[in-house]
Every structure is written in structure tokens, then in C-alpha cells.
């Protein structure tokens, strides 16, 4: 099984890519890694939300494949603790016979299109972060699953 993860635009602040990066790498020591950056709309001004949410949602399932399992990084999805979300990656690794795909779609949410492909959506906080600092701490806390699986000291109860 491989973990993709797919990200609307690119992220912006290099200190905060420089550390995506350091955590991807280390999430590939564990497991089959990777991001595709879909490239940011053009000229989002004369575009409504459900417009946008639309186009980026066509640019989504261009990526997936047939057999994908998709979870979206949602508001509106399902919270864990750094523990529970150890046993979903656990598991899903066990189940999922192709890709794991998390999406982090663009500022507006998703499309219809894109929730209705999806099969799980998982929320990362109440709090609202940017998207820019939701891409590290998503990858941190995949990486942090792997290292509860594995029982390395990372991780503190």
C-alpha cells in the first residue's frame, strides 16, 4: 500500500515547506510516500466559491485512481487523537489494497463531486488553521502514527 497526499496549490512559506519536507521524508522511511501539488486556479477573483470549489474538484479526481481509498481533511470530518488515528493508518494499511489519498483541497472546501468519491473524511482540530499549516501538521501527525505503530519514543502519553 502507498499514502499520497494531494494538496490544491502550492505551499507559499518556505519555512513551513522546508518542514513538510523534513516530515515526508520521514514518513517514507516507514511507508510508500508522496505529495502531488495540483496547480492553484487562475484568476480566482471572477470565480464564485462554488465555482472555484468546482474546478478544483475536477483537478481532485483527475488524480485518483480506480481502487483509491480517498479521505478528505475536513472540518466536517471525524476527530482523533494522535493514538486513534495510529490505529485507522493501522488498519487502513492492513486493508487498503492500492493508495490511502488524503485531500487538502483549497480555501472554499470541496465539490460535491469530490465528497461523494470520497470514503472517509477526518478533522484535524476545531480550531481553523490555513491550509498552508494544515500540510504540516498533517504529514507530522502521519508521521507520528507511523512511530506509534513502530512503539519508537516519539511519541509521549
Do not use: W
Not at 485531500?103 to 488553521?129: C, E, H
Not at 499549516?133 to 512503539?151: C, D, H, K, P, S
Amino acid at each position: 500500500m502507498k499514502v499520497s497526499l494531494i494538496l490544491v496549490g502550492r505551499t507559499v512559506n518556505k519555512h513551513l515547506a522546508e518542514l513538510i519536507d523534513d516530515y515526508a521524508s520521514r514518513v517514507k522511511h516507514y511507508v510508500g510516500f508522496d505529495i502531488t501539488v495540483l496547480p492553484e486556479l487562475k484568476n480566482t477573483k471572477s470565480l464564485s466559491a462554488d465555482q472555484q470549489k468546482q474546478q478544483e474538484g475536477e483537478l481532485i479526481l483527475r488524480q485518483l485512481q480506480q481502487g483509491d481509498h480517498v479521505v478528505l481533511l475536513d472540518e466536517h470530518g471525524k476527530e482523533m487523537r494522535s493514538i486513534e488515528f495510529s490505529r485507522y493508518m493501522e488498519k487502513k494499511m492492513q486493508s487498503v489494497s492500492k493508495r490511502l489519498v488524503f485531500v487538502i483541497g483549497g480555501p472554499y472546501g470541496f465539490s460535491p463531486d469530490v465528497y461523494a468519491r470520497a470514503n472517509d473524511k477526518l478533522s484535524l482540530s476545531q480550531m481553523t488553521f490555513s491550509h498552508q499549516m494544515i500540510r504540516l501538521i498533517f504529514v507530522e501527525q502521519l508521521y507520528r502514527a507511523m512511530t506509534i505503530m513502530r512503539g519508537e519514543p516519539y511519541h509521549h502519553e
